[in-house]
């Protein structure tokens, strides 16, 4: 894939303006390391920013890093230290629930969204169909949920679109009546294109997947395979030595966990990661549950990915079509917001606290989401 040529590319985006987030890619050299050897369309820019600007960006990830993830228990009087917060709490998230309504409770006006719809559904994996543990290896997804995913997916095409890499996450799921999307959309295994499509994605290779039928495979970040390999090595170097730090590879982006890391630690996390990235200006850093993830700089996202989805399922110019998105993450804000746009679909949020989301539903935990997967089989079922 020629990335500086072709239209048909997602397009590199410019690391210090696409962030919502703080930057911390910093273009300090130019790559020696990045595969396509001319790729100036949106070159990140040279010169280093005054260093005011950067400690101000740098506390604001701190900031973020601080505030990251809520409690994984439900909010209840024995969790939090005293009756008075625990009231302001439930308060707070009562009344951020009148702008995010339980996808539960307001299961009857979905249905009304719903009537007369072919839907279409995407899971976020980690906090949604799995809940949050210390160790990324153990978010093992239960029976239960997996029989609740087993059944929407008999009855609505139904993909998982996650971090992880592509072959972990299936790992954890075992159902091949889905499609998956690792890397953060990065790495997709999809049906082959039932539609004639816009031109966006003919980048696609066709292959067969485990059972051998035909797929579609699209990973638009193929060419940063190599630098991936190498910042995962130079991160792991780097935070070795602090305590609780954790790497974890997901094929096109590198995970730096920092859940199991001392407070007062966090910022060397930070420190560390952003030293290694200014040798990379070509891979950027986002900020998830605990977790800073380094990703190549490529316009692509869940967002794009649902998308790419739905066109591959045909469902993408059709008006009967209602794509549901279920997320509890930063990342699934991408796709939250492509649904939102012309009232495609909507999002379903999973949290338990109060966040600003493009999200139209809520959940509280992937037990909220188990419950709402079965609801929205059974009325299928009922109304078919
Ligand atoms: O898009 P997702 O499927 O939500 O993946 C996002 C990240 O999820 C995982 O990390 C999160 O869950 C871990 C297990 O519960 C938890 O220990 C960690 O603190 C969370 O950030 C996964 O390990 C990451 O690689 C994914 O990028």
């Known amino acids: 894939m020629d990335l500086k040529t ?32 001319g790729l ?13 600007i950067e400690e101000v960006r740098a506390a604001g990830w701190l900031d973020l890093m601080l505030a990251s ?37 307001s299961f009857e006006s979905i249905t009304e969204l719903a009537n007369g719809k072919r839907l279409a559904l ?12 210390d160790n990324p290896a153990n978010a093992v997804m239960s029976d239960e949920m997996r029989a609740a995913v087993r059944h929407v997916a008999s009855l609505f095409p139904t993909a998982i679109i996650s971090g992880r890499s592509r072959d972990k996450v299936f790992d954890f799921v075992k159902l091949t009546e889905l499609y998956y999307a690792g890397s953060h959309g990065m790495d997709i295994m999809g049906p082959v294109r039932k539609s004639e499509s816009s031109g ?34 130079n991160l792991s170097e780097s935070i070795k030595d602090i305590e609780g730090a954790r790497m974890e590879d997901n094929k096109f982006c590198v995970s730096v966990h920092y859940r199991n890391v001392a407070p007062h630690d966090y ?21 998830g549950r605990k977790v800073l993830e380094v990703r190549p700089v490529i316009d692509w996202n869940k967002g794009k990915a649902v998308e790419f989805l739905l066109e591959s399922l045909g469902l993408s110019e059709s ?36 966040k600003d989301s493009d999200a139209s539903y809520s959940l509280r935990d992937p037990a909220e989401v188990m419950e709402f997967l079965r609801t929205l089989a059974a009325w299928k079922e009922e109304s078919s």
């Open 6 to 37: 072709s239209h048909n590319s997602p397009l590199f985006v410019d690391p210090l303006t696409s962030l919502a987030l703080p930057s911390a890619v910093m273009p300090y050299t130019t790559p020696t390391s990045f595969p396509s050897s």
């Open 40 to 52: 100036y369309l949106n070159t990140p820019k040279k010169k280093p920013l005054p260093s005011k």
């Open 69 to 105: 993830s809520p409690p994984r228990k439900r909010l209840s009087k024995d969790f939090f230290p005293s009756d008075v917060q625990s009231d302001d709490l439930d308060l707070r998230y009562r009344n951020w629930m009148v702008n995010y309504p339980s996808a539960l409770t």
């Open 122 to 133: 995407f899971l976020d994996y980690d906090g949604t169909l799995s809940p949050i543990v």
């Open 200 to 233: 966006h994605h003919v980048e696609c290779v066709t292959s067969t997947d485990s059972e051998g039928k035909e797929v579609n495979l699209f990973q638009p970040a193929s060419e940063f395979l190599p630098m991936i390999a190498e910042v995962f090595e």
């Open 267 to 287: 910022e060397k996390v930070h420190q560390r990661v952003t030293a290694v990235l200014k040798d990379y200006p070509f891979l950027r850093l986002t900020h």
């Open 319 to 354: 008006e009967d079509v209602l794509p549901i998105y279920v997320g509890d993450d930063k990342t699934d804000e991408d796709a939250f917001k492509v649904l939102k746009a012309n009232n495609r679909g909507f999002g379903i949020l999973v949290s338990s606290v109060p």
